[in-house]
């Protein structure tokens, strides 16, 4: 339940629906925003993800919440969803 | 059936103690269990609720949300099986009491998380005293009114209330307010009654500096995206949990009905989908309570998101 936690006590709240196609869909949706930031993210046998940088550095999250935290620590910075930059970029 | 979980929570000296020990003679509150955390060595609390002794679990020194939380969870365990076991009366509800400078964020997270807390409890209701004499005091103070669902301004003899009411309905609007004097409150008036419907209130538009925690709401036309909503939400709360102290809306994701978000800081609650609409509006309205941003920005961010979605 929190995003800062990561830890797989619970199906996250964002996760809850939607099944293998939502899933699917999903990740369409955050390679989008991680693209911005040179990020790529692969799901892996539905039940994590693997999320790459340029560089070649990876790391396995297991829920859109631990998602934000690990795509901050490979771009080395913050990923603001205000920043006209993102904004401007999925517009 | 889940049992109903109060938390309460208000400044030091805000008359919180007082507010409980009325509201546990009252003839109307029912069988309550209470959860007092103990702040220091001399256990004032324990003693003035006394009435409850058998049923009241103290915890040691410390503050609940930040270092006890492993306890709150092993103190709501321990009264459902000495309650299972008969050793102690049957309860209806449970009030958590936490000291004056705790952060309400991780009890709620205790809430929803821990195994058997979970499945057992349910957080039915914020209630937070505020004193009329002091207003708001820190950070801390201003966190605990945010996350409120009830606001209960206290010491209304000794001050005027009014100003720190307006204060308190430009932080969260969405919280009906309650005075008190002396603590005299009904439980009905804490407990009873739905929650607001966030398309009624009234948002104090005027402008403030940036450092300002204050109310805002955003209006959406469109159909909301919920796979968007979640990858928005929850990449806004990484980036800005600390400023983000509430998030509360109902969301026209396409179904019957709307979906209600609720969330504290970084803790959201499951989403839940009501069978239907209050009425023919069926725009998306979120509450956001924080500082930092605008609803303007919000909008534009959310709008993006959404609009990503629906271009696959």
Same mark, same amino acid.
């Given at each position: ?91 | 059936?889940?049992? @109903? ?17 009325? #509201?546990? /003679?009252? +003839? ?27 049923? $009241?679990? =103290? ?7 930040? $270092? &006890?939380?492993?306890?709150? *969870?092993?103190?709501? %365990?321990?009264?459902?099986? %000495? ?5 102690? +009366? ?7 009491? $936490? ?5 309400? *964020?991780?009890? &709620? ?5 821990? @195994? ?25 103070? =201003?966190?605990?009114?945010? =996350? /409120? ?13 009014? +100003? ?22 009904? @439980? ?9 419907? @966030? ?6 538009? $005027? ?7 204050? /109310? &805002?709401? #955003? ?27 509430? =998030?509360?809306? #109902? ?18 609650? +499951? ?8 009425? *023919? ?16 920005? &919000? ?7 959404? %609009? ?5």
């Amino acid at each position: 339940m929190c995003v800062l936690c990561g830890v797989l006590l619970n199906e996250h709240w964002a996760e809850q629906e939607g099944g293998r196609r939502g899933r699917v869909f999903r990740g369409r949706l955050l390679n989008r925003v991680l693209e911005v930031y040179g990020l790529r993210l692969d799901d892996w046998s539905g039940r994590v993800w693997v999320l790459r940088d340029r560089k070649g550095r990876t790391a396995v999250v297991a829920d859109l919440g631990a998602v934000w935290i690990e795509a901050e620590r490979l771009a080395g910075r913050p990923l603001d969803p205000l920043d006209p930059e993102l904004v401007d970029a999925l517009a | 059936m889940k049992t @109903p979980v109060v938390l309460l929570t208000g400044y030091l000296g805000s008359g919180k103690t007082t507010l409980l020990a009325r #509201l546990l /003679a009252h +003839p109307d509150m029912g069988e309550t269990a209470v959860i007092v955390n103990e702040l220091g060595e001399a256990a004032i609390d324990h003693h003035l609720l006394r009435r409850v002794d058998e049923r $009241t679990v =103290v915890l040691g020194n410390g503050c609940v949300c930040c $270092t &006890l939380r492993g306890d709150l *969870a092993d103190e709501l %365990r321990d009264l459902l099986s %000495r309650r299972d076991r008969g050793e102690i +009366p049957g309860f209806g509800r449970v009030v958590v009491e $936490t000291t004056g400078l705790a952060d309400p *964020a991780p009890i &709620l997270y205790t809430l929803l998380t821990d @195994p058997v807390a979970r499945h057992h409890f349910e957080l039915e209701r914020v209630v937070t005293t505020v004193d009329a004499q002091h207003g708001l005091r820190g950070e801390e103070s =201003v966190k605990q009114a945010a =996350v /409120a669902d009830r606001l209960v301004v206290t010491k209304i003899d000794l001050a005027d209330p009014d +100003p720190v009411e307006r204060e308190l309905r430009r932080l969260n609007p969405g919280a009906e307010i309650v005075e008190a004097e002396q603590g005299d409150v009904s @439980p009905h008036e804490l407990f009873d009654g739905v929650e607001r419907d @966030p398309r009624e209130l009234v948002y104090d538009e $005027t402008p403030t500096h940036d450092h300002e925690v204050r /109310a &805002l709401c #955003l209006t959406l036309h469109e159909q909301v995206d919920w796979t968007a909503f979640g990858i928005w939400l929850t990449m806004l709360l990484q980036a800005r949990g600390t400023d983000v102290l509430r =998030v509360k809306g #109902l969301l026209d994701v396409g179904a019957e009905g709307p979906l209600l978000i609720n969330g504290v800081q970084h803790v959201v609650h +499951p989403p839940e989908h009501l069978p239907s609409w209050p009425d *023919a509006d069926r725009r998306s309205r979120i509450v956001f309570i924080g500082r930092g941003f605008t609803d303007e920005e &919000l909008e534009r961010s959310l709008s993006a998101f959404n %609009r990503a979605a629906s271009a696959w």
